[in-house]
């Protein structure tokens, strides 16, 4: 018998043009994130934050960027400061502790690259 391929995990519509900004509403007092596409390489997960939400100080195996869609966040990556608002974009190295607070509503789209360089 012939094994079946496992289905890629796709969670957006290929081959459409998607407003991200729109994908993920806020909610108060909240953070809210949705998947929308992950496999063996990485992920892509949306989030939005209330103002002064936050995640606390983490550490991940992998590299993770971050792209500010709208609004302004605070980033403490290896207990350094950054500041980053819509348009902007930071890397968090793997390995590296690192922690965000909201300092507006902020929108991000956290891009998880598991690949091993």
Do not use: W
Request: proline letters at 4%.
């Amino acid at each position: 018998m012939a094994k079946t391929a496992a289905p890629k995990r796709r969670k957006l519509a290929a081959a459409k043009a998607h407003d991200l900004a729109t994908l993920v509403k806020y909610s108060a007092g909240s953070i809210v994130s949705r998947t929308l596409a992950e496999n063996k390489a990485g992920t892509l997960t949306l989030f939005a934050f209330d103002a002064d939400q936050g995640l606390s100080e983490h550490s991940a195996p992998y590299d993770a960027v971050v792209q500010v869609l709208d609004g302004a966040v605070e980033l403490i990556i290896g207990g350094k400061t950054v500041r980053a608002e819509a348009g902007k974009l930071v890397v968090m190295p793997a390995n590296i502790p690192h922690a965000v607070k909201a300092t507006t509503r902020f929108k991000m789209l956290l891009t998880m690259l598991r690949a091993k360089p």
